[in-house]
Structure formats: C-alpha cells, structure tokens
C-alpha cells in the first residue's frame, strides 16, 4: 500500500464516480495520512480539508451499540433482555411480539422487524425531489419513530436472518432512555464520546439542521426517475428505479435528521471517527465479555445491503475469502448528501476512514479506497 495508491482513487471519485468532494484519512505505520479531491462547495470551489465536520449517517448505529453494551457493563440490562421488559406493549401492533424480540436482535439486524427506508410514509415524503424538498425539515419524534418502525408486519422471525433495518434502532435509542432516565444523546456522549475523548463528535439534536464549521456542503441526486411509483421500491429494485447519475445535484446541507436518530444521527470528524473505530476493532473501549459479543457475527448474504460482509451490533466484518484473510472491522452509513466509510485492523494498527459529501448507490468506491490502504481485493 502507498499513500499515493490512495489519493488515485479519491480523483478517480471526482473525475469518474461524480462525486463532488471527498477526504480520507489513513492510520498506519508511517502515521497520518490525510486526502482529499475535488471540492467542499460547488458554488464557490472551497476544497475539502482536515477537521470537518461530517454526518456518519448510519455508522451511528456503532455508536447505540457500544452504548448499550456499556449499559450491560454497568449491570444495567442485558442484550438478552426482551423488548417487553423495557417497553411494554410497544410492539403489540401489525404481528410483532415483544417478549420474542431481545435486544441482541435489534442490534444484530435479526429481529425481524422491516427496512423503514421501504414504508411509504417515507418513500413518498423522500424519494423524490419534490417530496425531499417539502419535507426535509420535518421533526420526528421517537414516538414517531417507533410508529413508523412497527408501521408494516414482521419480515421474518426473531433470530431467522439478517435484514438491515432502523426500526431495531429506534427501539433500542428507547431502551437507552428507559434504563437510564437520560436522553440517548446524552448517554452516548457519557458512555462512548466522553470515555474516548473525543471533542467534535456528538449527536445531532431533533431540531438542529446544520453543522459546527468546518463542514463541507451536502449534494443529493438520489431521487426516484419521473413517473416511479414510491410504493414499488423494494431492497432488490431500488437502485434501477433512481435518477441516472449525472443528473444535477439538490443542495442538502441544511436537513432535519431527526428521522434518524439511534439509527444513525452523529456528527463527527475522519479523525476522531477513527478512533472510534479502533477502539471497537480493538476492544479497547469495551470489557473482553462485551467485545465478544458485539463481533459474534451474522451474515448479511442475500439481504441488500453491503456485499462481502458479516454483520456484528452495529458494526461488520469484511469476508475473509476476499481480504487475503486478514480481519478487517469497520462501519458504514449513507443518506442524502453524505457517504462515511470506515475499516480498521483488530489490532487498531492500521485504519482508514473515508467521506464523501454525497451519497452513494454503490460501494465500489469505499472499496477502492479499502483495496488500496490494505492490499485487498474486493473490487475483484
């Protein structure tokens, strides 16, 4: 691997893959490195640079899991708790039984619950650009939430398969709450932010709609083509069914997120969401106990989501058919106008984390970036 290698895909990005700023940020022997290409606004050419402030999308969900283990820690509750202990009655609607789902399976994406990017109540207030225009600020609360997260029935059975999905999330963002008598926001900050160190991340609050600067503006094209009917999405079809890529990008830099919550709702920088990272890779924020479980992992074969990986609590691994077999742990999250992609050895000696500051419908990219830091081959 060479820095160099490096910074050829991140202009391959810019000049071949549409994107119109991206950095990455690389841990290794040799120190830090830090890349960028192309810019952090199209309007005035501003280039990207180190330190800004980033949406993590739904590598957030890292961060609800390492706060729920911390909770176990504490002696607070159990993964093996059931959902009714903590919320009762809550999932008594559309079929789903709360004293069968435990919190293992919200965090593990296994408790059967269905993907909320595929409801209709968001399918037709985001898909398309009308839609995202009109309600882009609109507030959810976590009533809402979890409203919208049991909306549709059962996708399977608790413990059945692996199905990404943020309704397990929301669910467990109130458990976080229920235990503690605090805000999720505020138990990530004591049981993740705080421990580590870390000054620039934080979780967005329901109302807020920008970034502390520097931050780079937020470009969307992922929009359903004229004439799609939102409700004929699924997992298999989506991406056939969006805007053709070089269409002109809609500005998302101010956006209420709230709809993302314990699903994915931190804002933080490459650098200190590398530290993050190795520190889950490692085990080096969590007991021997709690890091055992958060990599005892399932596969994510057959489900849509990203290729060549085993799905841990709200973190992956990568196939190791495919990295030569070397352990590679990361986490990952994309939504309109924002891409953040991360991977780190056990050992934390070696990681990288990349931004775009748009979103994705792929993940050749952010494997390029992996081929290109490790030696890997998962763009074979």
Do not use: C
Not at 16 to 21: D, F, M, Q, R, S
Request: aromatic letters at 10%.
């Amino acid at each position: 691997m060479s820095h160099e290698d490096v910074q050829q895909v991140l202009d391959w990005a810019v000049a071949e893959a549409g994107v119109p700023g991206i950095i990455a940020e690389v841990h290794d022997a040799d120190g830090t490195w830090f890349g960028t290409a192309g810019v952090a606004d199209l309007g005035t050419g501003a280039p990207r640079q180190r330190g800004e402030h980033v949406h993590a999308g739904s590598g957030g969900k890292a961060f609800t899991a390492a706060t729920v283990l911390q909770l176990e820690v504490e002696g607070r509750l159990s993964l093996d708790d059931t959902v009714e202990k903590w919320l009762p009655g809550v999932m008594d609607v559309n079929g789903y039984d709360g004293r069968k789902v435990t919190i293992r399976h919200l965090l593990s994406n296994t408790g059967g619950l269905f993907s909320t990017g595929l409801a209709p109540e968001t399918t037709d207030n985001y898909a398309t650009r009308s839609g995202l225009e009109k309600h882009r600020f609109d507030h959810w609360t976590t009533a809402d939430l979890i409203r919208l997260g049991l909306s549709q029935p059962p996708i399977g059975e608790p413990g059945e398969r692996f199905v990404y999905s943020n309704s397990g999330y929301y669910l467990a963002g109130a458990i976080i709450e229920k235990v503690t008598g605090n805000s999720y926001a505020e138990e990530v900050d004591r049981a993740v932010v705080q421990p580590l160190g870390l000054t620039h991340t934080f979780v967005r609050a329901s109302d807020d709609t920008g970034y502390p600067e520097p931050h780079p503006r937020a470009y969307t094209a992922m929009f359903l083509k004229d004439g799609v009917d939102p409700a004929s999405l699924t997992a298999d079809n989506w991406t056939s069914l969006m805007e053709e890529p070089g269409t002109p990008p809609l500005d998302v830099t101010e956006f209420n997120t709230s709809l993302f919550w314990s699903a994915g709702n931190v804002v933080s920088t490459t650098g200190e969401l590398i530290r993050f990272i190795k520190a889950m890779a490692s085990g080096s924020l969590l007991p021997p106990a709690q890091h055992h479980a958060l990599w005892t992992t399932v596969s994510t074969e057959g489900s849509g989501w990203i290729p060549h990986t085993r799905y841990g609590l709200g973190m992956f691994e990568l196939e190791k058919a495919l990295t030569g077999g070397l352990t590679l742990r990361g986490m990952a999250g994309a939504f309109w106008g924002t891409g953040a992609f991360g991977v780190s050895t056990p050992d934390g000696e070696r990681a990288v984390v990349l931004h775009t500051n748009t979103d994705w419908r792929d993940f050749e990219l952010a494997f390029k970036v992996i081929d290109a830091v490790f030696g890997t081959s998962l763009n074979a």
